[in-house]
């Protein structure tokens, strides 16, 4: 669709979109140019590993519906569970193909690590050595997990942080009980577009439609 080339073997399916397309099948238009950090709970808390896999679901439908490509989109991604991590800066792929295949995590169980992953965004993460122009807009979507900390007061601190660097927040929760209060203090505005939340398989696509709409327009 959309002049996309696709591959679909035993294997995978994915199609490589011109430009202003994103999508599974090149569906979907998306012209904004921009950089994106995917900040992904793998820490099995809650419902270890049915939550832990929503969140990396939703990052893939998320990466497979942006235009990603050197110049346009970039995207990376920080994980947190018993502390937080990089898994891949902005300039470690430039292909959608690449990103996709490294969105395989094992699980990190231990003290929740949102507080240290928000403050990686402003101290490493978008930063001209890791790729960060400084010249385009800035996203981070927080995808975290029901099960939070009681006391979230460090966590509001650094997304305040990186909210006065001008990286626009959007902050999701999955699974049973969701901490709305939290993704709501997280956010860059505590609207249906920039909080989201779901309690089951079938809120994930829905989330990452949604999400990519606000994102491309």
Same mark, same amino acid.
């Given at each position: 669709?959309?002049?996309?080339?696709?591959?679909?073997? !035993? #294997? #995978?399916?994915?199609?490589?979109?011109?430009?202003?397309?994103?999508?599974?099948?090149?569906?979907?238009?998306?012209?904004?140019?921009?950089?994106?950090?995917?900040?992904?709970?793998? &820490?099995?808390?809650?419902?270890?590993?049915?939550? !832990? +896999?929503?969140?990396?679901?939703?990052?893939?439908?998320? !990466?497979?519906?942006?235009?990603?490509?050197?110049?346009?989109?970039?995207?990376?991604?920080?994980?947190?569970?018993?502390?937080?991590?990089?898994?891949?800066?902005?300039?470690?792929?430039?292909? #959608? +193909?690449?990103?996709?295949?490294?969105? &395989?995590?094992?699980?990190?169980?231990?003290?929740?690590?949102?507080?240290?992953?928000?403050?990686?965004?402003?101290?490493?993460?978008?930063?001209?050595?890791?790729?960060?122009?400084?010249?385009?807009? #800035?996203?981070?979507?927080?995808?975290?997990?029901?099960?939070?900390? &009681?006391?979230?007061?460090?966590?509001?601190?650094?997304?305040?942080?990186?909210?006065?660097?001008?990286?626009?927040?959007?902050?999701?929760?999955?699974?049973?009980?969701?901490?709305?209060?939290?993704?709501?203090?997280?956010?860059?505005?505590?609207?249906?577009?920039?909080?989201?939340?779901?309690?089951?398989? &079938?809120?994930?696509?829905?989330?990452?439609?949604?999400?990519?709409?606000?994102?491309?327009?």
């Amino acid at each position: 669709m959309n002049g996309g080339n696709c591959l679909n073997d !035993v #294997k #995978k399916f994915i199609c490589q979109c011109p430009a202003d397309f994103g999508g599974e099948t090149c569906s979907r238009r998306c012209a904004r140019t921009y950089e994106v950090a995917i900040v992904l709970d793998i &820490s099995g808390s809650g419902d270890v590993g049915r939550v !832990v +896999d929503w969140n990396i679901n939703l990052a893939r439908q998320i !990466v497979l519906g942006l235009p990603i490509r050197p110049g346009r989109l970039s995207l990376g991604v920080v994980t947190f569970g018993n502390g937080s991590r990089v898994s891949f800066y902005l300039n470690t792929y430039n292909s #959608k +193909d690449d990103i996709l295949n490294a969105l &395989s995590f094992r699980l990190a169980t231990g003290p929740n690590g949102l507080q240290s992953a928000l403050q990686m965004l402003t101290t490493d993460f978008f930063t001209s050595a890791r790729g960060s122009s400084g010249s385009v807009p #800035k996203v981070a979507v927080v995808i975290t997990s029901s099960d939070t900390p &009681s006391d979230y007061s460090g966590i509001v601190q650094a997304a305040t942080a990186a909210r006065n660097a001008n990286i626009e927040i959007y902050a999701v929760s999955l699974g049973d009980g969701p901490n709305v209060a939290m993704v709501n203090a997280i956010a860059s505005n505590s609207t249906a577009n920039h909080v989201y939340t779901g309690s089951q398989t &079938s809120d994930i696509g829905t989330i990452a439609g949604n999400l990519l709409t606000i994102l491309c327009q």
